[in-house]
Every structure is written in C-alpha cells, then in structure tokens.
C-alpha cells in the first residue's frame, strides 16, 4: 500500500512532469527554496516507480562525484562510477538540485551527458564511451538569481531543459494543506496567521525590504509547535523572528513588530 502523498500537486506540476517523460524531454523546475520541489520530484519518480538518483550541487561538488574516480583495491586499480554514469547505464531517473551553484568545470561535463546524443566518454577509465539507456530521465532544479551561491545558466545547459516548470510559494489555503499533513493539531486559525505571517515576510524580501524569506519548511514548523503546545506568538518567534537577529537588531526588530501586530505581545 503506497503511504499518502505530502504533496498537493496545485499547479498540475504531474502532468507537465508525466508529458516529458513521455516525450523524453528533460525537465528544469524553477522557484524559490521550500517551495516543494524536491517533494515533488521524489513523489513523480515513486509515482512512476523509477529508481532515482540525486545529488545537491554546491561550489565542493567536483567531476568525480559525477562521473567517477579511480580506485586501489588489493593491489589493483579500479574505476568507482559517479551518479551521472551509473543513473546513465541504468536508465534511472537524475536529478540534479540547485544545478545552478555548480561551478563551469562541472557544468562543461554535464553539458556532454545531456545533448541529444546522451552519451559521455570516460575519459578517467581509458576514455570508455558510455551510451545512456533509453529510459535515461533527468530533472533540475534552480534557485533564483538573489540566492546566495547561485550563478546564472549558460545558455547551453538551458536548452538541454526544454520544459520548464515554475514553481512558486501555493495560495495561502493550500499551503494550509499542506501543514495540515504534517501535523495532527486543529489549530487552524493560529496556522492560517502562521502562514499570512510567512506571506508577509516573502513579499518584503523579495522587494528587497528584508534578508530573508521563510519557506513551507517554516511554516510546517510552526505548526508543529503549536502541536507540541507553544503559544502562537512564541513560536512565531522561535520560527519566524529570531533568524532576523544574524542581520542586527534593526532587522530583527521589523520582524519582531510585525509579529506584534499580528499576535499581540
């Protein structure tokens, strides 16, 4: 018996995702951290029952843990496959996450798996060409520009992603949803202000008023506190507030203010 999905395909992200499959066409989903993109890839491939293989890009990620590196095993020399080359043979599923923080030497080696001929030659094992098996599907992720880490796409890798999902922050009645699967409270009306509280604080950073803008993450932490017994202001302070303090009291405070208004002291 499959366990009930966590998450709420609001925007029909499935059946963009289903299409591409059919089609063999490669998938870039697009949107902010703790939108669900990471949920939603792990729930398409349980979906389709596809072994799927990912790897988190940062400025450490390097070739080998792509396509592989030498190995020394009693006395001999061996060759340990990267996920790249192992999801490639087996016709597995890749997904590359925050593809956009990885740095050129990286992205060049990957460019060579994914053009239309999706084969790479292994030029760290005696230059092996490796052909992808047909079933071969890979999806990325991007942040937006305004990360921290995150570099804009060459052009080239762009277009090895013809479609293009974006994904934003859901409705607030959605997002509600979604908490709700995460906790077993009925606190609907202090999580409904939990998640106006996340709302507001998304659209003052993204016009740059403040530092940071909350995730699902955070407001499924919200909710979970308000489970444990927490008193809705307190964990709006706990969750929501006390990350502001990193940039300074002056921060810290607008938040802090805005909580008071929603909450009360």
């Not at 396509?67 to 020394?72: A, N, R, T």
């Not at 950073?205 to 489970?227: H, M, Q, W």
Request: no cysteine; aromatic share 8%.
């Amino acid at each position: 018996m499959l366990a009930e999905s966590l998450y709420i395909d609001w925007n029909n992200s499935f059946e963009v995702l289903d299409k591409a499959y059919e089609l063999d066409l490669f998938v870039l989903i697009i949107g902010p951290k703790g939108t669900g993109k990471t949920t939603l890839v792990r729930e398409f491939s349980a979906k389709k029952n596809i072994k799927l293989e990912s790897i988190n890009f940062s400025l450490r990620t390097r070739e080998s843990h792509l396509v592989g590196s030498k190995s020394l095993e009693n006395g001999s020399i061996g060759f340990d496959e990267g996920i790249l080359v192992k999801s490639m043979r087996e016709g597995n599923m890749l997904y590359l996450d925050e593809i956009n923080a990885a740095e050129a030497d990286v992205l060049l080696r990957l460019d060579e798996a994914l053009d239309d001929r999706r084969q790479i030659v292994l030029k760290e094992s005696g230059g092996e060409l490796i052909q992808a098996n047909s079933n071969w599907f890979v999806v990325a992720t991007i942040n937006p520009l305004t990360h921290v880490g995150t570099k804009e796409l060459p052009p080239q890798i762009l277009s090895r992603f013809p479609v293009r999902i974006r994904l934003e922050y859901p409705p607030e009645e959605i997002e509600l949803q979604i908490v709700k699967k995460y906790i077993s409270g009925s606190n609907d009306k202090e999580l409904l202000q939990g998640i106006k509280l996340a709302n507001l604080l998304r659209q003052a950073a993204a016009v740059e008023e403040l530092y940071y803008s909350p995730s699902l993450r955070e407001t499924i932490a919200f909710g979970k506190l308000l489970d444990a017994g927490l008193k809705p202001r307190q964990a709006a302070d706990i969750v929501f507030a006390n990350v502001y303090s990193q940039w300074g009291n002056v921060e810290y405070q607008k938040v802090s203010d805005i909580i008071t208004s929603m909450f009360g002291n």
